[in-house]
């Protein structure tokens, strides 16, 4: 029985009628998002399906959207739907899709029971709970009933028809703001201290050596906030760009179509790896000052500065490390190679997307 024929008969009413819905997911977040919401969708469609459907759903891992500017038609070919045994069939990719600069969300064709679902594109927070939303929304267009559809939801993705079906977008306001936090959440910038080991341990051995320095305990008593917060911009400044540069993490336009998108993917790379820095520069901290008031007597240190001390002057001493170290860490990052660099600052569809890319231009070079 052809699928189409299988939901006819559940729209007629027929009782014991199923339905089944298949996910492939990109590796990573969409593939977690989509393990989850297989888990309850069944629950909440049949709460919502007055037919009273037994809904199935399972997942794939496996990454078909060979670039995010690939034509839904195109996408469509790959996935080939119609070959799978489950009526319904929903892929979720972390790479963004826009038309021109709009962020696209979903799109939808009904005649090929298919939806294609941007993680990034809708935002992130609450990702799992927006995807949902609009999983629900393209089942109900693909079933033509619109009695599935989540409350407010298509008042939330705005939609239009294309040529191969519909299309949602991401909701009003914002909306650029929000694809870049999705590509950020995608990339998961706080893995970036675990994925280069030898930064933080260049960075932590940097900070071990300064804080045998007395001249770095006199240093950190007299500079003053702002000094202290001025080296610590500035060592996080200094990391970042030494990552860029030494690892060529910066997208370079070869055409004025391509602008655009260049400057939203190393925007995407730029906040990655300042929130990434920033982990691994509190997690320094963390570690100096445990280290310092392990190591260093308060008796030494009031001695060299000259007054009594507390806990403030393990905390300032500290700060002033952390700033060290992340320069050293910065010369540290030297030793990692490219690939381990790429693999801490991108998620998996970003990282191939970026080999892609660097690929096609070395070729074209």
């Not at 939609?159 to 977008?169: N, P």
Request: with cysteine.
């Amino acid at each position: 029985m052809k699928a189409n024929e299988h939901l006819q008969e559940g729209r007629s009413g027929a009782a014991g009628e199923q339905a089944s819905v298949l996910f492939i997911a990109d590796p990573g977040k969409p593939a977690a998002v989509a393990e989850r919401i297989a888990e309850y969708l069944p629950e909440r469609l049949r709460s919502s399906d007055r037919v009273g459907r037994r809904w199935t759903t399972c997942v794939r891992r496996k990454p078909y959207l060979p670039d995010e500017q690939a034509d839904f038609a195109d996408v469509i070919d790959t996935v080939d739907p119609s070959s799978e045994a489950e009526d319904i069939v929903v892929y979720l990719t972390d790479l963004p899709r826009r038309e021109d600069t709009l962020p696209v969300v979903a799109e939808v064709s009904a005649d090929h029971k298919f939806a294609l679902i941007s993680v990034a594109g809708v935002g992130g927070v609450n990702i799992e709970r927006r995807v949902r939303t609009v999983t629900e929304l393209a089942i109900a267009r693909i079933l033509g009933e619109p009695e599935l559809k989540p409350p407010g939801g298509a008042r939330r993705f705005p939609s239009a028809q294309i040529e191969d079906g519909i299309r949602y977008f991401a909701p009003a306001g914002l909306r650029r703001l929000r694809l870049l936090s999705g590509m950020v959440r995608a990339n998961r910038p706080w893995r970036l201290v675990t994925g280069l080991s030898k930064v933080l341990v260049g960075a932590f051995a940097t900070g071990a050596i300064a804080l045998a320095t007395n001249t770095i305990w006199l240093f950190a008593d007299t500079m003053g906030p702002w000094r202290m917060s001025a080296a610590t911009v500035l060592s996080i400044v200094a990391m970042i760009l030494w990552l860029i540069l030494d690892h060529e993490l910066w997208e370079r336009p070869k055409s004025p179509e391509e602008r655009d998108r260049s400057v939203l993917y190393n925007t995407a790379t730029v906040v990655t790896l300042v929130i990434g820095v920033v982990v691994l520069h509190v997690a320094l901290f963390c570690l100096l000052l445990f280290t310092a008031c392990l190591t260093l007597p308060p008796e030494l240190l009031s001695r060299v500065l000259g007054h009594g001390v507390n806990f403030f002057d393990y905390l300032t001493l500290t700060w002033l490390l952390a700033s060290i170290a992340t320069i050293g860490g910065a010369l540290g990052s030297g030793l990692e190679d490219d690939a381990a660099v790429k693999e801490a600052a991108y998620g998996v569809r970003q990282r191939q997307r970026f080999e892609e890319t660097r690929r096609r231009s070395n070729e074209a070079g």
